[in-house]
């Protein structure tokens, strides 16, 4: 999968679900510090990104991602 | 103020606790303390203000009532503290199930369900006292108890079948934690009346709306599977009575609006249980100050 479609559907996903502003959705982004994202939202993520990608990630991979590009890498990666 | 987490007194005094249940008769043990708890409540009016409050101004009790009622709440919770020190010593309660053919089939059965409690009565007994042989029990646990507590309660949860989810910081490994083992069919206990790490909900509660925790809800209505509410309450010196109901849970509306529905319909099951059973209201946590929010 191409990250331009990764990243595309994970910011519908951060809009859409999340309500979160577009504008933070910088690939430099923290997800904890600058998109918001808390340990709670993590749940939503993993069941979004089950849905749309068709894997589970663990709580090890995940640990690892600490900005939105590093997300859409990891996706890649693994979808 | 937001609680703390932890059970009262030093590691060497619940370690003598556990020694002295072993030789010395639980009614003898209740008898002191009934008589320690008289000194404890004057001396610490800060401590025991919110179960104070509660009486006073939730339940619209008189000052003396209030104070009355104040010093029963804290023998029945000096009597949960000590029967849990009891059952890490070995003892056994009596355990009634009214409903028990009721539920009996989601404990036996292959799918997952949340089991929510709250500090009403005394929850953590049904850890012990609950068999589930053909399921593992998960209960989301906040670690800031003494060593002699956490190793206590993970002896005496392991010998049946109960595994303890540690809530340590703002970490997500007992998020992932909870996410497996519904995964692997088990069964998830989270507590729903103890702010720790997690975002607040206003709820309606005993005449205002007070603050509970959005963290259990929110899982509840992304990870779907049937809830349960349990309470257990002491209802002898020697025996508890198993309360497990069955929750509607909506899948109509926004995430926001099934976590709120959700948090609702779980806060006015709570609170019919607090109007039924007062003095067994543990929390001390002062829900309705203002302060809190």
New interface residues.
Partial sequence: MEIQEITEKIEMILVE?FEIDAEKLQPTALLKQDVGI???D???I??AIEREFGFKP??QE??QVKTLGELYTFIQERA | MRWNGQTAGTTWMQQTLVVLFKYVDIRIIYAIMSIWLIWYIIMRPSATKGIYRFHRFRRQRTVLQSCIDTYRTYYNFGEAVMDRFAIYAGYQFKMDFPNKAEVQHYFEGKDSFYLLFSHLGNSEMAGYCLNTPNKVMNILMYMGDTETVIQNRTNALARNNLRVIPMQGEMMNHIFAITEALDNGEIVAMAIDRIVHSKPIACPFMGENALFPIGPFRICTTLKHPVLFLSVIKSRWNTYTVHIRLLDHTTIGTKVEQTNSLAQTVVSVLEEMTHQYPYQWFNMFDFWNKENE
Avoid: G, N, Q, R
Wanted: glycine fraction near 0%; charged fraction near 30%.
């Fill in positions: 679900e808390d340990s709670l993590f749940v939503d993993v069941v663990t709580a995940l640990k």
